[in-house]
């Protein structure tokens, strides 16, 4: 799967996870040794509390109310050394202790809930990414390829960004785009493009009928749903010949992908760009191909807006062509994970604006 491949925090190790539930029982020890040897107006026992609570954020509630139920225990040994069970001010610290115990793992409870609804959640949108969004084969032809998705939300795991490929009798034809909005409707637009993609690639002969095909069918579904001229979607479409080395190339109003070669990235910014998808009706104008030279060793860098919009705490875009260029030695799937890491680096490990989709090609000698 193309998701997130080596970005998801990974789980914690059990090594820590026993230090992170020793926490707790390490503060009830230390309270409950100090408050034996403190001076008697001295009273350390609310700091129990602390115990169950810092439980609660990482633990479920069996684990929380055992160690509320150990702190009541420790509070109860502190009452018998230093006066009675029955004295009233360590009474009301064990009924306040009991009752902040059953609090704090009521929220444990609702917190696990919580979490098996997200697994649920991410289960869903991955198996729908599965059928929307296929995985591209790492092979191609003599082409190499990788991609990569970044959803802005970690829950949703999808949205409007778009890749496919699909192989001719003598060549690769791939799409990328990108459809403006998110949500379901974003979703489904995606799957409309993907789908009208991948019936008629091995059907049109040239790009222009590709693309023109792709308009027809994009274009009645937003006339329907009353957003002609408010949602479209931006998208690249290639096609890369077995023998030849060339690309042919229609822009859609698609940022221009970058041809990585000996150390520079060049973006390929066609003369003749068509409009975006489901605009063709309101914007006069012609499809045209236009073509570039692709050699053995040459690997092209196709990606979405996300990508380009990506911001650092001081608001600087990410700079896509330069550090590209200073990575256009590496194989595509190298190079996606090299480009992954450092725009999560760059956006300071927060949640990216937009969906990002990147797709790597190589040819191969």
Known sequence: ????????????SRTARHAQLAVPFVLIALVTAVDIIA????????????????TASFAGPWMTGFVGLVAVLAQTVVAATRTTLTDLNHTFQIVALIMISVFVTVFAHLREVHEKELVQLRSVAETAQEVVLRPLRDRMGPLGVASVYLAAAAEAQIGGDLYAAARTASATRLIIGDVRGKGLGAVGDAALVLGAFRAAAHQEAGLPGLVAYLEAAVSPDLDDSGDRGESFITAAVLEIPDEEPVLHLVSCGHPPPLLLRDGRAVPLDVTQPAPPLGLAGLVESSVTAQSFAFAAGDV????????????????????????????????????LDRLCEDLLAHAAGSTLGDDAAMVAIERLA
């Open 1 to 12: 799967m193309d998701l997130r491949p080596s970005y998801v925090p990974r789980p914690r």
């Open 39 to 54: 001076p008697p107006d001295v009273h350390l026992g609310p700091f129990l509390v602390a115990a169950p609570a810092v």
């Open 300 to 335: 092209l860098l196709l990606y979405t807006d996300g990508v380009l919009e990506a911001r650092d705490r001081a608001g600087v875009f990410y700079p896509l062509t330069e550090h590209a260029a200073a990575w256009s030695g590496m194989h595509p799937r190298a190079l």
